[in-house]
C-alpha cells in the first residue's frame, strides 16, 4: 500500500510538463500579439513617413514655381 516513489515522481513530473507546456503557449500567445502591434506601428509610421515626403515635395515644388 505504499506509494512507490517512482510514481510520485512520474505525477509531479506529469504536473510540471503540463505547467510548462502551458507557459510556452502563453507566451507564444504574447509574441503573436506583440508582433501584430509592431507590423500595425511600423506600417503607421510608414504611411506617416509618406505623407510627410509627400507635403515635402509639395511644398518644394510651389516654392520653385513661385
Known amino acids: 500500500m505504499a506509494i512507490n516513489k517512482t510514481d510520485a515522481y512520474d ?9 510548462m507546456a502551458e ?3 502563453a507566451i507564444s500567445v504574447i509574441s503573436k500579439r506583440l508582433a501584430r ?3 500595425a506601428n511600423l506600417m503607421t ?10 507635403l515635402r515635395t509639395d511644398g518644394k515644388d510651389r516654392q520653385s514655381e513661385t
Not at 11 to 19: G, K, Q, R, V
Open 37 to 39: 502591434k509592431i507590423t
Open 23 to 25: 507557459v510556452l503557449i
Open 11 to 19: 505525477e509531479c513530473d506529469i504536473e510540471l510538463d503540463e505547467e
Open 45 to 54: 509610421k510608414e504611411t506617416n513617413d509618406e505623407k510627410v515626403q509627400a
